[in-house]
């Protein structure tokens, strides 16, 4: 049983465009919720994260937006560029425990 | 600062037999996790080391993996013996003390069991 879906699998968008990744959760505890980007023959990295309290979060090109009563949170990446092709991890954690749920990922490829 | 290293970075091994893996975290980080990805699947969690102390190992699959952090440094996973469906990528990572910090990972380790 999946805590964290994730959708789509893949996507290829043109340079400029807006990708947007889309993440579901169940459990109602999860009250941190990241987003990774992970390059080839590297490890995940965080990119930005959120909580339950703010609906909206951007930290440059990135915007987090999040609905705490859909149960439902999305990564979108604006200007696109081709640097940010790459495998795109949501995540959520709980209060007061330190493991990360992951979705199933997502490969981002933009082109030129 | 030096990231999360992980050692090997790929193996090959045959069922049955045993393989170590080896996780160096950021130095001053009392956390450490192993999670692992099975291909196309998500990462999962494994277990979670405070200093030398297991906090939590819900995640390790079954009694063929065995993880160790002597003197809350570095970290080793044993499989033993290994089966056909431990293939994946195993990934470290390192966090401060403290609830909510940033979980920085290793590049991971690429298992194959034939």
């Known amino acids: 049983q999946q805590q964290v879906k994730q959708s789509p699998q893949s996507l290829i968008v043109q340079k400029g465009g807006i990708p947007i990744i889309n993440c579901a959760y169940e459990?109602?505890?999860?009250?941190?919720f990241p987003w990774y980007q992970q390059f080839p023959g590297k490890g995940p990295a965080l990119l930005i994260a959120?909580?339950?309290?703010?609906s909206e979060k951007k930290e440059g090109r990135f915007t987090i937006s999040f609905n705490k009563s859909a149960k439902q949170f999305s990564l979108h990446i604006m200007d696109s560029q081709p640097g940010d092709s790459a495998t795109y991890f949501c995540?959520?954690?709980?209060?007061?425990?330190?493991?990360?749920?992951f979705g199933t990922g997502t490969r981002l490829t933009i082109i030129p | 600062e030096a990231g999360v290293t992980q050692f090997p970075s790929h193996s090959v091994i045959e069922k049955g037999q045993t393989v170590t893996l080896r996780c160096d975290p950021i130095?001053?980080?009392?956390?450490l996790y192993w999670y692992r990805r099975v291909m196309g699947k998500e990462i999962k969690f494994l277990l979670h080391?405070?200093?030398?102390?297991?906090?939590?190992e819900s995640g390790m699959p079954n009694n063929r993996f065995l993880a160790e952090r002597t003197g809350g440094t570095y970290s080793t996973l044993k499989v033993q013996p290994a089966e056909l469906e431990d293939s994946g990528v195993y990934f470290c990572?390192?966090?401060?003390?403290?609830?909510?910090?940033?979980?920085?990972f290793g590049p991971g380790t690429r298992l194959l069991v034939l």
């Open positions: 080391f405070v200093k030398e102390s297991k906090q939590d």
């Open positions: 959120i909580r339950p309290d703010v």
């Open positions: 459990n109602t505890a999860f009250d941190y």
């Open positions: 130095s001053g980080h009392d956390n």
């Open positions: 990572a390192s966090s401060r003390r403290g609830r909510g910090e940033t979980q920085y």
């Open positions: 995540a959520a954690k709980s209060f007061g425990n330190e493991k990360l749920t």
